[in-house]
C-alpha cells in the first residue's frame, strides 16, 4: 500500500512553512547530497512511531479572486487536498479566528477529509484561551503547537498518526515483477501499457493527466509475469499546468514506492525537463531498480549520430543515473518495447543480486591497494573489512578504522569499483562506513 499523504493548509503567513519544515526535520531517512538530483521541496516523506508517510507543503489560501496569483496557489491547495488522505489546518493562535480561517475550513469540510487542527504560535500551553476558539469551526480538538521553536511538534504527529488505518499488506509473490510507469503527463505512460497488452485497457488522451488513479495490470511475457503499475497523472482542473505538475509528483512518489523497477519515460521531442529531473531523482533516493524509455522515438528525424547525442544529453542531465540503462522505443509502433521487458528481468536480476563476502573484501582490498586512502593524522587510513547488508537496494558496509576521515570522493570510487567488478545496471547502490568490527574474520 502506499505512503498515507498529509497535506498542511491554512490563510497565509499562519506558520505553514515553518511547520513543514519542522516536520520534515523529525525524517529519519538518510537522504543523498548527489549533484544533479532535482528535488521538488513541496513534499517530503517522514517517519514517526513505525509510521511513513508524506507531508505537502502549499500556499496560504485566500478567496479574492481578482488576483491571479491567488487563484493559482487557491488550485494548488486545492490539488494537495484532493491528494492528502489527512489535512493539517495550521491556524494562528496569536491572531485568533479570522474569516478567512472559516472559509478554508468550509473548504475542508466539503473535502470530506480528516482534518487535524494545528493552533500555531502558542507560546503559553497552559492558556486554552489562546486557541480556545477554534472549537467553534466543528473540526475536532485542536493541537497546541509552536513550529518556530518546536514545541509541541511531537503531540501534533501523534494525531496525525492516529487518523492512519492499518492497512492489510498486499500478498508479495516473488516472481513477479512489480513494473511502475512515471514520466510527466502526455509523455506516454498509458500508450506503453497499451502496448505492452496489445488492447486499450487503459484510457489515453491527447490531454496531459487524463488517468485519474493509478491502474494495477496483470502481463505475462515469456513465462515471466509482471504487474503494471501505470502512474496516473492529475485530473486537468485549469489551464494552470505547474500546478498540476507539482502534484503529479506527489502521485509518482505512491507508485514508484510499490515497484520493484521503475521505467523512467522521457518525451523524445521535448528532451530532459525539470519535471523529469525531479521524478528521476525520487526514483533514485528510493533505491528502485530503473531504466530510462525515451518514448515517441519514431517522430524524431534521425541520422547515424541522433542516438549518441541523445544519450550525451540525457546523461548530462542526469547524471545522478550514470548506471542506468536507456532505451528507445515508440509506444505507437511497438518499437523495441518488449525488449524493454527484457531489460526490465535484467535490472530486476541486478537489484536483488547478493555477492560473495570473500570475493567483495578481495576487489575492495585490490581498490585500496590501486588507489589508497590518504593518510590522516599521521595515521593510515584503511578499509578493513566489507559486506553486504541487504539487497533492493544493494547495500554495502564498509569497516574502517577512520571512517569519519573517508572522503565522499572515495565513495564514488568504491561505487565504481563495485559497479567494474560485478555489474549492478540499473540499480543505485547503498554505500555505509562503520567503525573497523571487532570481530573482523580477514583482520590480520
Avoid: C
Avoid at 572522503?407 to 554505500?431: A, C, I, Q, W
Amino acid at each position: 500500500m502506499g505512503k498515507p499523504v498529509v497535506a498542511i493548509v491554512g490563510r497565509p503567513n499562519v506558520g505553514k512553512s515553518t511547520l513543514f519544515n519542522r516536520l520534515a526535520g523529525k525524517r529519519k531517512a538518510i537522504v543523498e547530497d548527489i549533484p544533479g538530483v532535482t528535488r521538488d521541496r513541496l513534499y517530503e516523506s517522514i517517519d514517526w512511531d513505525g509510521w511513513e508517510f508524506i507531508i505537502i507543503d502549499t500556499g496560504g489560501i485566500r478567496f479574492d479572486e481578482g488576483d491571479i496569483f491567488t487563484k493559482e496557489i487557491k488550485l494548488q491547495a486545492q490539488l494537495a487536498i484532493e491528494e492528502a488522505d489527512i489535512i493539517v489546518l495550521v491556524l494562528d493562535s496569536q491572531q485568533g479566528l479570522t474569516e478567512e480561517d472559516a472559509q478554508v475550513a468550509d473548504l475542508l469540510r466539503r473535502s470530506d477529509k480528516i482534518v487535524v487542527i494545528a493552533a500555531n504560535k502558542v507560546e503559553d500551553f497552559n492558556k486554552h484561551l489562546n486557541y480556545y476558539e477554534f472549537y467553534k469551526l466543528g473540526l475536532g480538538d485542536p493541537v497546541p503547537v509552536s513550529s518556530m521553536h518546536g514545541l509541541n511538534v511531537n503531540e501534533l504527529l501523534d494525531a496525525i498518526v492516529a487518523n492512519f488505518n492499518t492497512q492489510p499488506k498486499e500478498e508479495e509473490n516473488d516472481d513477479v515483477i512489480k513494473l511502475a510507469l512515471v514520466g510527466r503527463p502526455n509523455v506516454g505512460k498509458s500508450s506503453l501499457v497499451n502496448a505492452f497488452l496489445g488492447e486499450n485497457r487503459v484510457i489515453v488522451s491527447e490531454v496531459p493527466g487524463t488517468t485519474r488513479d493509478a491502474i494495477d495490470t496483470r502481463l505475462v511475457y515469456n513465462k515471466q509475469e509482471y504487474k503494471l503499475i501505470d502512474t496516473a497523472g492529475i485530473r486537468k482542473k485549469s489551464r494552470i499546468k505547474e500546478a498540476t505538475e507539482k502534484y503529479s509528483v506527489v502521485r509518482s512518489v505512491r507508485s514508484i514506492e510499490r515497484a520493484d523497477v521503475v521505467l523512467i519515460m522521457i518525451d523524445a521531442v521535448e528532451g530532459v525537463l525539470e519535471q523529469d529531473k525531479r521524478i528521476a531523482g525520487i526514483v533514485h533516493e528510493e533505491g528502485k531498480a530503473n531504466i530510462i524509455v525515451v518514448n515517441k522515438w519514431d517522430i524524431i528525424k534521425k541520422d547515424q549520430y541522433t542516438m549518441n547525442k541523445f544519450d550525451k544529453d540525457i546523461r548530462m542531465e542526469l547524471k545522478f543515473l550514470a548506471y542506468t540503462p536507456i532505451m528507445y522505443v515508440s509506444a505507437l509502433t511497438k518499437q523495441r518495447i518488449f525488449k524493454v521487458l527484457d531489460l526490465v528481468n535484467f535490472v530486476a536480476e541486478q537489484h536483488t543480486r547478493r555477492l560473495n563476502t570473500r570475493e567483495l573484501n578481495r576487489v575492495i582490498s585490490e581498490a585500496q591497494m590501486l588507489n589508497p586512502l590518504p593518510g590522516g593524522g599521521g595515521k593510515k587510513i584503511k578499509i578493513v573489512y566489507s559486506a553486504q547488508v541487504s539487497t533492493a537496494p544493494p547495500t554495502f558496509v564498509f569497516f574502517a578504522n577512520r571512517p569519519e576521515m573517508v572522503h565522499f570522493s572515495y565513495m564514488r570510487y568504491l561505487d565504481n569499483v563495485l559497479r567494474k567488478n560485478f555489474g549492478f545496471e540499473g540499480t543505485p547502490l547503498r554505500l555505509l562506513l562503520r567503525q573497523n568490527a571487532p570481530d573482523n574474520p580477514f583482520k590480520k
